[in-house]
């Protein structure tokens, strides 16, 4: 586990605090741990889906071309268009 000593504006510590009691959490730790969580769901780049991974597996056994693709939209609809 990581310590970092940070330094917050009097809102920023009202918002963790209230993040804190919202989740019933017992430290602000947790509370920050949280908003990273949320960040990396909401902003960060997503992994690919267990499924597509499956169905490109399946693809590339058949010996089917894939890729390369230009877009998350091209993938999906060639993975639709064999299945």
Do not use: W
């Not at 730790?29 to 690919?48: T, V």
Request: hydrophobic share 35%; proline share 4%.
């Amino acid at each position: 586990m990581v310590q970092s000593i940070i330094d917050l504006g009097e809102r920023e510590d009202r918002i963790i605090n209230i993040i804190k009691a919202k989740f019933g959490l017992k430290n602000k730790s947790q509370a920050i741990a949280i908003l990273a969580k949320i960040y990396e769901d909401s902003f960060l780049e997503p992994e690919l889906k267990p499924e597509y991974i499956k169905k490109l597996k399946t693809i590339q056994k058949e010996g089917k071309y894939v890729g390369p693709f230009n877009s998350i939209d091209e993938l999906d609809k060639h993975i639709k268009s064999n299945a």
